[in-house]
């Protein structure tokens, strides 16, 4: 096959794998659930919390700061939490397309074609990356709407670019990471207790529901270590910093700005990996690596099933 067939055929794949999901509404359905579940619990129970924990942290302070400077400090923080967990759900229905085609042999056609093992592989996760970072920009564009709306609207333009370019590094991350362990599923009743699984617990791992900043040190290295919670502390870090250096601004410096470092400790706006706390360039050096090493694991994974495939 030549490269400009290799192409086409690569371009066609990767368009019919995301109409195949595009078509499953249920997938769809399940991929915002964790979303819907954030939502939730932040207008019952997380929001007014936070708003009392930040109200105790400025103690005498708190009538210096209004009701605006601290509900955009938590919904952007609800923001965050929102699209972070997207990135991964809406990756893990996406690449539910590979399990169907292994239960209907569509595989077994892929594999008999003049179509390349490669070209199979990188359509499977195209289409599950542009189906993941178009889900999450959707919610994105929602989350910044609510924001203004709301009176939080703090981002300037460069802002909402790398907002939407974490999106896309995310989406990248988070499909190539899922794509690893459900190329070992084959039913579609597995695939769903996985999904069960991942969905329940990523809002906890990335810290959408209580800030990981809470937990023990361990427990802490333990969840940062899965790329989707470097992800989310990036779009924390960019939604964030600006409400809290808002809030900074309005108290002039009264407090020597011990109130904005409590928050950065509150929400973990760093995180903390084995002995120390790291930063926004740690986040996207380690989100590159993880890129780089799941590519590594998905590309020898593929060959080898596709030899096996070839021998039997």
């Known amino acids: 096959m030549t490269a400009k067939k290799e192409l086409r055929a690569f371009k066609g794949m990767t368009i019919r794998n995301m109409k195949v999901y595009g078509k499953d509404k249920i997938s769809l359905l399940l991929s915002m659930l964790t979303q819907l579940i954030v939502l939730g619990l932040f207008?019952?129970?997380?929001?007014?919390?936070?708003?009392?924990?930040?109200?105790?942290?400025?103690?005498?302070?708190?009538?210096?700061?209004?009701?605006?400077?601290?509900?955009?400090i938590v919904n952007s923080w609800?923001?965050?939490?929102?699209?972070?967990?997207?990135?991964?759900?809406a990756a893990l229905n996406a690449l539910s397309?590979?399990?169907?085609?292994?239960?209907?042999?569509?595989?077994?056609?892929?594999t008999a074609s003049a179509v390349k093992d490669r070209t199979v592989v990188m359509s499977y996760f195209s289409g599950a990356m542009l189906s993941a970072a178009v889900t999450s920009?959707?919610?994105?564009?929602?989350?910044?709407?609510?924001?203004?709306?709301?009176?939080?609207?703090?981002?300037?333009?460069?802002?909402i670019i790398m907002l939407y370019g974490v999106v896309l590094l995310g989406s990248i991350?988070?499909?190539?990471?899922?794509m690893l362990f459900i190329s070992f599923f084959k039913k579609d009743s597995s695939l769903s207790a996985f999904g069960i699984l991942i969905s329940v617990a990523i809002g906890f791992v990335v810290g959408a529901?209580?800030?990981?900043?809470?937990?023990?040190?361990?427990?802490?290295?333990i969840v940062n270590?899965?790329?989707?919670?470097q992800i989310t502390g990036l779009f924390r870090n960019i939604l964030m910093q600006p409400a809290i250096e808002n809030a900074d601004k309005v108290l002039g410096g009264a407090d020597n700005h011990a109130f904005?470092?409590?928050?950065?400790?509150?929400?973990?706006?760093?995180?903390?990996?084995?002995?120390?706390?790291?930063?926004?360039?740690?986040?996207?050096?380690?989100?590159?690596?993880?890129?780089?090493?799941?590519?590594?694991?998905?590309?020898?994974?593929?060959?080898?099933?596709?030899?096996?495939?070839?021998?039997?």
């Open 209 to 221: 529901y209580v800030p990981v900043g809470q937990f023990g040190e361990n427990v802490q290295t």
């Open 173 to 178: 991350s988070s499909t190539l990471v899922l």
């Open 43 to 72: 207008v019952l129970f997380l929001k007014d919390n936070y708003v009392d924990v930040i109200n105790e942290k400025l103690g005498d302070l708190k009538n210096m700061l209004s009701k605006d400077d601290i509900e955009a």
């Open 260 to 312: 904005a470092e409590s928050l950065n400790d509150l929400f973990s706006m760093k995180l903390h990996v084995f002995n120390g706390s790291h930063g926004t360039n740690f986040m996207i050096i380690y989100s590159l690596a993880a890129i780089a090493l799941f590519l590594v694991l998905n590309i020898l994974i593929f060959r080898f099933a596709a030899k096996k495939a070839h021998n039997s």
């Open 137 to 159: 920009s959707i919610l994105l564009t929602a989350g910044l709407g609510y924001l203004a709306i709301s009176g939080a609207f703090l981002l300037n333009a460069l802002d």
């Open 225 to 229: 270590l899965v790329p989707g919670s």
């Open 78 to 89: 609800l923001v965050a939490g929102v699209v972070g967990t997207s990135v991964v759900t």
């Open 97 to 110: 397309v590979m399990v169907h085609d292994k239960m209907e042999h569509i595989d077994y056609d892929y």
